[in-house]
């Protein structure tokens, strides 16, 4: 009997804490999402001192509505760990921004949602967190697979070598970002998670990490066509991006049944 009271127990406070940190996290970027697409002094001025440019608010404001909507939602855990991805992006990279520019107590805030973003991950019940079948009628015929590699090739190949050229900052790319208005110090984030997405897709198994991966990839990729969309750039500078972005949603449907499902 007192297994069973301490079990109940031990549920009720995991679920107290997952709400409190779920409510925590959501209240934050539910807010911070208004901000963003008002373009509120406050987070005017934080762009500027990080050297982001201000359209960016636009895509932030948009996405984080979106993933407020399906973090408390029930149901759709394969969209909600794309939402914990894209939070956790959000978080460590305004981290690594306030640092990399000299702001370490700003750098305080983000660090601490990251953490609470991780933990309610963590927390979250199994209705919110174990994946069904991508598909049920999925076959893996050799039709099926050939197209996932060929997707998966091609999005492997654009994010190691994008990401290593984020990282060693060639001058056409520098110029690139600059012309984006971001600033090049990002270029070097953007790299070390480029890397490491190709490395998760394309080692086997680990189907919660290929999650995030794939969701890193779609974020970046469609950013990317935002930012020239915004910048009313040639339609090609668009189009590129979109079919990468495409590629990517072909690969993560596609995937062998090792590579999307949880054992």
Not at 91 to 110: E, K, M, N, R, W
Not at 115 to 128: F, H, I, K, N, V
Not at 149 to 170: C, K, M, N, Y
Not at 206 to 215: D, F, V
Request: hydrophobic share 55%; aromatic share 14%; proline share 5%.
């Amino acid at each position: 009997m007192n297994t069973i009271t301490t079990s109940v127990n031990t549920s009720r406070i995991r679920m107290a804490a997952f709400w409190l940190t779920t409510g925590i996290i959501a209240l934050e970027t539910g807010v911070g999402a208004i901000w963003d697409l008002q373009k509120i002094t406050f987070v005017r001025t934080v762009f500027v001192q990080l050297g982001f440019p201000e359209y960016v608010l636009t895509i932030m404001g948009i996405w984080k509505l979106l993933g407020v909507l399906f973090l408390l939602i029930p149901g759709f855990p394969r969209l909600k760990e794309w939402v914990y991805a894209g939070l956790f992006f959000v978080y460590t990279t305004a981290f690594a921004s306030h640092l990399v520019t000299g702001q370490p107590s700003a750098a305080v805030g983000p660090f601490i949602f990251a953490g609470l973003t991780l933990a309610s991950w963590a927390l979250r019940p199994a209705s919110r967190r174990d994946f069904g079948p991508l598909f049920s009628n999925f076959s893996g015929s050799w039709r099926t697979t050939t197209l996932y590699w060929i997707a998966t090739a091609f999005i492997v190949f654009q994010l190691g070598s994008g990401g290593i050229g984020d990282i060693v900052l060639p001058a056409a790319l520098v110029e690139g970002m600059t012309h984006l208005g971001y600033p090049v110090y990002f270029c070097v984030i953007l790299g070390i998670w480029k890397v490491a997405g190709a490395i998760a897709i394309v080692v086997p198994r680990y189907p919660r990490l290929k999650e995030w991966a794939y969701a890193g990839a779609f974020f970046d990729l469609t950013g990317a066509a935002a930012s020239h969309g915004f910048l009313g750039d040639p339609a090609a500078k668009l189009i590129v991006p979109l079919i990468f972005a495409v590629l990517v949603l072909v690969s993560w449907a596609l995937r062998p049944v090792s590579r999307r499902e949880l054992a």
